[in-house]
């Protein structure tokens, strides 16, 4: 049998196409908020009522192996406490600061005081969890074929008013299912991989800096590194994303101001830890402190998370 090569005017054509197709789809890219917005989850923090049961004593199962129950929760059953860190201290619907989304009147500052062990100062750098209640409002995880993506709005306050500390403060983060198990130590640990946009500080009370400065941290690279990314040139609101490709990769996002993400806000594709996500289970906020039992974290404020499927 003997094969005929393709006519060369359809080669034309399929090189026409490609040209004609954004950089973006070539690159298997896809921009946090393409899609339909899943209703039922996220947050618009848009009712006067918006509270967070506590329930303390928190967990700390990282540091003591404790979890405490009952946990605490959202109100209105978007949020919960995650297990293994706990969750923030101070957790307080706010009105939207000055150049928020049009039209949000109500936003969530985010703070911590004790960022492990409850009323127990470690003195180290420790972290809260603010999860999101995805997966159990969804029925289960999202598949990485329906390419999951989220988006959040985020208030960075003046750097003066920054916990006086260099290093991690803020992260924006996915619980991400892997097409295959982790290498891991301890054979019962998740399988779960968590990464994400970190907002690490350099403060002048180190002694080391000359002028307080910020930059994203990616989490992370093939090798399960973290590595640098863009410098925070300004505060005020940013608007944060990351999705997740049929190809088992995570984008990460982010630009100045509230307006939607577009392309050129990429900054980062990376197969974190080497693995290539199956599905995606949820996304949470962490706040960092140095946990000495009288230094707040800096207070962060977010609005208008959402969760969105392209396919």
């Given at each position: ?10 080669f ?8 004609a197709l954004p950089?973006a789809a070539?690159l298997g ?9 899943i209703?039922g989850v996220?947050?618009d923090?848009e009712?006067a009522e918006?509270?967070f049961v506590h329930?303390y004593?928190?967990?700390s199962e990282?540091?003591?192996?404790n979890?405490?129950?009952?946990s605490g929760?959202s109100a209105?059953?978007?949020w ?7 969750h923030?201290?101070?957790?307080v619907r706010?009105?939207t600061?000055?150049?928020?989304l049009p039209?949000s009147?109500?936003?969530?500052a985010?703070?911590s005081?004790?960022t492990?062990?409850p009323?127990k100062p ?10 999101c209640?995805v997966?159990?409002r ?12 989220v988006?959040t709005?985020v208030?960075m306050?003046?750097f003066?008013?920054?916990e ?5 403060t803020?992260?924006f ?7 295959s198990?982790?290498?891991k130590?301890d ?13 690490d500080f350099r ?7 000359e002028?307080d400065t910020a930059?994203?941290?990616i989490r992370?690279?093939?090798n399960?590194?973290d590595?640098?990314?863009?410098e925070i040139t300004q505060?005020?609101w940013w608007?944060m994303?990351m ?9 990460y996002?982010?630009r ?5 993400l577009?392309?050129?806000d990429?900054?980062a594709?990376?197969y974190?830890y080497?693995a ?7 996304f949470?906020?962490n ?5 000495d039992g009288k230094?707040?974290s800096?207070?962060?404020i ?6 969105y499927?392209a396919n």
């Amino acid at each position: 049998m003997r094969f005929c090569a393709p006519p060369r005017r359809l080669f034309v054509l399929f090189s026409a196409i490609l040209l004609a197709l954004p950089a973006a789809a070539c690159l298997g890219q896809v921009v946090p908020g393409t899609g339909q917005r899943i209703d039922g989850v996220g947050d618009d923090f848009e009712d006067a009522e918006w509270t967070f049961v506590h329930n303390y004593p928190k967990s700390s199962e990282n540091i003591d192996e404790n979890q405490r129950y009952p946990s605490g929760k959202s109100a209105n059953g978007r949020w919960y406490e995650g297990m293994k860190r706990g969750h923030p201290d101070y957790l307080v619907r706010v009105a939207t600061p000055e150049g928020g989304l049009p039209g949000s009147e109500g936003a969530l500052a985010i703070r911590s005081l004790y960022t492990g062990i409850p009323w127990k100062p470690s003195f180290r750098t420790q972290q809260d969890d603010f999860i999101c209640n995805v997966m159990y409002r969804t029925g289960g995880a999202i598949s990485a074929r329906r390419i999951p993506n989220v988006v959040t709005r985020v208030y960075m306050p003046p750097f003066e008013q920054w916990e006086k500390r260099t290093g991690p403060t803020f992260a924006f983060r996915l619980a991400i299912n892997p097409m295959s198990p982790l290498p891991k130590s301890d054979p019962s640990d998740p399988d779960t991989y968590w990464p994400g946009l970190l907002v690490d500080f350099r403060s002048t009370a180190d002694g080391k800096t000359e002028q307080d400065t910020a930059f994203f941290r990616i989490r992370a690279a093939r090798n399960g590194r973290d590595y640098t990314g863009p410098e925070i040139t300004q505060t005020g609101w940013w608007t944060m994303g990351m999705s997740v490709t049929r190809d088992g990769r995570i984008h990460y996002y982010a630009r100045p101001g509230v307006e939607d993400l577009r392309e050129e806000d990429r900054i980062a594709s990376q197969y974190p830890y080497g693995a290539r996500a199956r599905s995606f289970r949820t996304f949470f906020f962490n706040v960092l402190s140095r946990d000495d039992g009288k230094t707040w974290s800096t207070q962060w404020i977010v609005d208008d998370p959402a969760v969105y499927v392209a396919n």
